[in-house]
Every structure is written in C-alpha cells, then in structure tokens.
C-alpha cells in the first residue's frame, strides 16, 4: 500500500510545490491510518484516469507534465491522461502558481471530507 500511495503521489506531482503540498497534508493526518484512502483522493482518482497509459493501452511517455506556452507563460494540457491535464482541460490556461493554489485547495478539501466522514462513521 504504501509504494502504491507513494507512488500515487509521484504520478500526480508535476508542478512546483505540489508534492511537497500533498506530504504536508497528508503527513497532518496521517497517524490516523483509516483515513488514508480518504484524504488520498486526488491522488488515486490520478491513479484511475493514468490506467490507460500505465498498463499501455495508450503511450506513456516519462514525463507526463502540462506543457507551458512561452507566449503566455501558462500552463496547457497535453495528451496526457493526468488529473492535472484533466483540470487543465476544465480551467483553461493557468499559470503554475495558480494552478498550484487550485490543486492545493482540492488537496485540502477532500482531506476535511476525508475527516468529515472518518468523525462520521466513528460517531
């Protein structure tokens, strides 16, 4: 479990500061063992839309990062099937740190639910 987390959280990487963000959020709660699934959301819904690529029903190429337009200095989706290319596709063109701040807030929100239904479940 623990390479597949890890792992996990490689694949989902790709911008400045968001692994170290993803660690720190989860290493906040991570006594808490059960809650682990849960507060890892972001990091296997990556995992599930990366099966194509990573099983080789689609190429996978090494590096499976946005691309950055020098013009506008944004980020832009590639072919890949990540869940930051995904909100890539969603958002539109954003800059690293913007996308960074976005994706921190997903990280941050499905660890409270994560919490809310741990507490939930316990109670």
Do not use: D
Request: net charge positive; hydrophobic share 50%; with cysteine.
């Amino acid at each position: 479990m623990t390479v597949v987390f890890c792992n996990s959280v490689n694949i989902y990487a790709g911008i400045n500061g968001l692994e170290v963000g993803q660690a720190i959020v989860i290493a906040i709660i991570l006594f808490l063992n059960n809650l682990l699934f849960l507060i890892s959301m972001p990091q296997i819904l990556n995992f599930i839309v990366s099966i194509p690529q990573l099983i080789g029903i689609i190429h996978c190429p090494i590096h499976r990062i946005p691309l950055i337009n020098k013009k506008t200095n944004c980020l832009e989706p590639s072919n890949n099937h990540t869940l930051i290319n995904y909100w890539l596709r969603i958002r539109s063109h954003l800059s690293e740190l913007q996308l960074f701040r976005e994706l921190m807030v997903l990280q941050c929100v499905t660890g409270a639910l994560g919490l809310y239904i741990y507490h939930k479940q316990a109670s």
